[in-house]
């Protein structure tokens, strides 16, 4: 197999795992000219909560310490139609709704363990918006300065190319 091949390869893989819209906001492109839904602070503050249940805070900072919410809000609207971004909020909106049956309070008053609870629900009813919302936390977070430093191992002048190296044992991947 020759690199042109390979690349063909790797980037078909890529293309598949995540999604072109998504892509278009690391990128830092625009695909979305036409009109956008507004978010509230609220939303922005409930899309932190969600995001960091996704990603929590171990021993590296979690999704909220990232300010994965800023990139999610940014890509959904320059990247998405509005069709897309109303969708994906009216999911937001039924997680809290869902919340506010199953515990009597709203996503953002839980504590940690009804949040998880709440979050396997939803991966049953409403599958679709909570892998998009995986979607965009898991690449907004590792495209953080936060996600590619503290999460993963990197190097920010790389040396040579070394296409095989092993990694030590403990040792975090490396970001790209």
């Known amino acids: 197999m020759n690199r ?12 598949s795992v995540i999604s072109a ?9 625009r695909l979305n000219v ?11 503050a409930f ?12 021993n590296t900072p979690g999704a909220k310490a990232a300010g994965v919410e800023k990139f999610i809000v940014r890509v959904m ?3 998405y139609p509005k069709e897309d971004q109303t969708s994906f909020y009216s999911g937001l909106t039924q997680l809290n709704t869902d919340s506010r ?5 709203s996503f953002v008053e839980l504590d940690s363990k009804q949040k998880i609870d709440a979050v396997k629900a939803l991966t049953v009813s409403n599958k679709p918006f909570f892998l998009r919302m995986k979607e965009l936390t898991v690449t907004g ?6 996600g590619a430093t503290k999460a993963m191992e990197y190097l920010p002048i790389p040396g040579r190319f ?13 970001a790209i």
Request: hydrophobic share 40%; proline share 7%.
């Open 101 to 105: 049956t199953a515990f009597g309070k």
């Open 4 to 15: 042109r091949d390979a690349i063909q390869h790797v980037a078909v893989l890529l293309g």
């Open 162 to 174: 070394e296409g095989c190296v092993p990694l030590k044992p403990g040792q975090k991947a490396w």
């Open 21 to 29: 819209p998504t892509m278009a906001g690391v990128l830092g492109q």
């Open 34 to 44: 036409g009109e956008s839904v507004p978010v509230t602070a609220e939303q922005e």
């Open 77 to 79: 609207r320059d990247c």
């Open 141 to 146: 977070y590792f495209t953080s300065e936060i």
């Open 47 to 58: 899309l932190s909560d969600l995001a960091d249940v996704i990603i929590p805070t171990t």
